[in-house]
């Protein structure tokens, strides 16, 4: 693979359920990022790992949790989906975290929950 | 607040010349970056800047006032393929990244 890859693509998922995006990069980048897209509204971010083993809070972090356990993958966890989750959600990677580092964007994740 | 104003829609023709302006209003300013993401897709880096000017990479150039808040998209020579959203996005004090919502740009021939 190259660049950055997430899984599933779509899903619909009912209120209530569990549900678990994953994001893996294979450019050995340190930082990477959960964002979330919602039409008329810019990217949001929802948590941000500066390097493995250390996660931020982003913008809007409640009803989400992740982890980094190591370099290549971010996975963000839905513990009781809701309605107003339902969005795109796109993963990142930059080379470090904070300002002037482009970051690269996975396919993204079209998430629907009724 | 903090706030990042773009047009929402902006049409142009097939080999004409278009800007796209975005004016910012953050906590402190470290960088500003302009992504294109085509409908359905991820976006992707144009163009980064961080000190006063005009940025030119080939038919696309960026230009920055930081004193004005103001920042454009320049795109030269369009092409049908140039039909896409146009994200700004500025570094504030904080080192966060805040996006604007983009702007659709339409190219009709």
């Known amino acids: 693979i190259a660049g950055i890859t997430q899984a599933p693509t779509s899903q619909i998922l009912a209120a209530g359920r569990r549900m678990t995006l994953r994001c893996t990069q294979d450019m050995r980048h340190n930082a990477m990022y959960w964002y979330r897209q919602d039409l008329g509204l810019g990217l949001r971010l929802i948590h941000y790992s500066n390097t493995a083993g250390t996660t931020g809070k982003g913008e809007v972090p409640d009803g989400y949790s992740v982890s980094r356990a190591n370099t290549d993958d971010f996975p963000l966890t839905l513990a009781s989906a809701v309605p107003s989750q339902t969005s795109v959600y796109f993963c990142?990677?930059?080379?470090?975290?904070?300002?002037?580092?482009?970051?690269?964007f996975g396919p993204g994740t079209r998430l629907t929950v009724l | 607040g903090q706030n990042i104003d773009q047009p929402t829609e902006m049409t142009a023709t097939e080999g004409a010349i278009v800007q796209i302006n975005c004016t910012y209003q953050?906590?402190?300013?470290?960088?500003l970056f302009w992504y294109q993401q085509h409908a359905g897709e991820a976006p992707t880096f144009l163009s980064y800047n961080v000190l006063d000017g005009l940025e030119e990479k080939g038919r696309f150039s960026s230009f920055l006032s930081r004193s004005k808040g103001y920042s454009y998209l320049l795109l030269k020579e369009l092409q049908m393929k140039d039909s896409a959203s146009y994200l700004c996005a500025v570094i504030n004090s904080n080192y966060q990244l805040i996006w604007g919502a983009g702007t659709k740009l339409i190219i009709k021939p």
């Open positions: 990142a990677s930059s080379d470090f975290g904070g300002a002037g580092n482009e970051q690269f």
């Open positions: 953050t906590s402190g300013f470290n960088g």
